[in-house]
T-cell receptor, first 117, second 108 residues
Framework: DAMVIQNPRYQVTQFGKPVTLSCSQTLNHNVMYWYQQKSSQAPKLLFHYYDKDFNNEADTPDNFQSRRPNTSFCFLDIRSPGLGDAAMYLC????????????????FGPGTRLLVL | GIQVEQSPPDLILQEGANSTLRCNFSDSVNNLQWFHQNPWGQLINLFYIPSGTKQNGRLSATTVATERYSLLYISSSQTTDSGVYFCAVERNDYKLSFGAGTTVTVRA
């Protein structure tokens, strides 16, 4: 089945130790997103790629970076994780706008839960 | 940015009961989605519904775009319906803005 895959599902890292989360998709979608979700809160968009064009949210800390080497894969790098970065990280994809200008459905992966010790 | 308000924030149901969740948004949108977040954190697509009415089993949704609201109906609720329901809207910038969610607890 076509889907959005995230690895690992759980990640434990140490304070200040760089960590990379990965996302892959078999949907051949143009747009890939990274969201951060803290406990009892709604998901918060960090950034997204439309094809190779990177779009950062204004309030995303510099500590968070992303790479999209090809259509299928997208990575989230946290350069120096702090205790406040412990959260669920969700990857999502969408096809992009239809010819009529409507936005398409976003599909989410299962998430990676990050714990910072 | 666009504001998304969901009500009620919490809902406790007895198994078999029906319920309605509401989502109000502050501006016109090109996309509206309803999600169910299960206890393991996965966001599951329920509906893509920028306008009109859709049904999927015991769930249905209606969006009245001109009045800027959407409703999610749960009929004959089951314990597996428990979780957080999010409404999210998108204008023309590929970005979903989420409401704060409604936490639903269905008791056996």
């Amino acid at each position: 089945d076509a889907m959005v895959i995230q690895n690992p599902r759980y990640q434990v890292t140490q304070f200040g130790k760089p960590v990379t989360l990965s996302c892959s998709q078999t949907l051949n979608h143009n747009v890939m997103y990274w969201y951060q979700q803290k406990s009892s809160q709604a998901p918060k968009l960090l950034f997204h790629y439309y094809d190779k064009d990177f779009n950062n949210e204004a309030d995303t800390p510099d500590n968070f970076q992303s790479r999209r080497p090809n259509t299928s894969f997208c990575f989230l790098d946290i350069r120096s994780p702090g205790l406040g970065d412990a959260a669920m990280y969700l990857c999502a994809t969408s096809k992009g706008p239809t010819s009529g200008g409507l936005q398409e459905t976003q599909y989410f992966g299962p998430g990676t839960r990050l714990l910072v010790l | 940015g666009i504001q998304v308000e969901q009500s009620p924030p919490d809902l406790i149901l007895q198994e078999g009961a029906n319920s309605t969740l509401r989502c109000n948004f502050s501006d016109s949108v090109n996309n509206l989605q309803w999600f169910h977040q299960n206890p393991w954190g996965q966001l599951i697509n329920l509906f893509y519904i920028p306008s009109g009415t859709k049904q999927n089993g015991r769930l249905s949704a209606t969006t009245v775009a001109t009045e800027r609201y959407s409703l999610l109906y749960i009929s004959s609720s089951q314990t597996t319906d428990s979780g957080v329901y999010f409404c999210a809207v998108e204008r023309n910038d590929y970005k979903l803005s989420f409401g704060a969610g409604t936490t639903v607890t269905v008791r056996a």
